[in-house]
């Protein structure tokens, strides 16, 4: 049920390819702002893991709340531009048809969509924090096994990327791992001159 109700929303509407997009762009936003997270708090010596984990919780809260109003505002607002469209190269009103009921979900979905992939995505860096707030890790191990984690997921979408691109996976994964190696240099950067 929930299954077919999801594929009809993606038919009728077109939102396959924009959820798409957006849980990858969200991903990565997720990814970084916990690498940046951890990174700076690291170099500024505040890195206890319960600190790490509040604040990166905090910003994937955050990133979510974002990711839902402001990706249903977007996606409503454009639903509603192309059902308008529809209408109006059909000469009749779709109120209350499977593509009118399609394009009002397509905005709920994206949101959910976004907000998910953001959240989800920052907790994969954040959980050697609380293997370490566990007792499992160490500090300086969570640290080095967060940072290798959020490269290791930067790759692994730019691999997603490439594929959906149909270019060359490996540099498609290196390009994004770019910017998590961009990320560490530019925060380790501003902690040597602030």
Known sequence: MFRSTISRILRYS????FS???????A???VVAILGIVLGSTLLGEASAGNIIAAGVGALVAMGVSGVSGTYMAERAEQERKLKEIEEAML????GSIIAEARKRAAIFSAIVDALAAILAGLIPLS???AALSGLLTLDLAFHMSVGVSLA???TLGVFLGKIA???LIISGLKSLAIGVATILLITLLNLIL
Request: glycine content about 12%; proline content about 4%; overall charge positive.
């Open 153 to 155: 997921f930067l790759f």
């Open 20 to 26: 798409r997009r957006y849980a990858v762009m969200n």
């Open 92 to 95: 009749t009103k779709l109120n």
């Open 128 to 130: 050697p924090y609380l």
């Open 14 to 17: 077109g939102a396959g390819e």
């Open 28 to 30: 990565f936003d997720g």
């Open 166 to 168: 149909r270019n060359n």
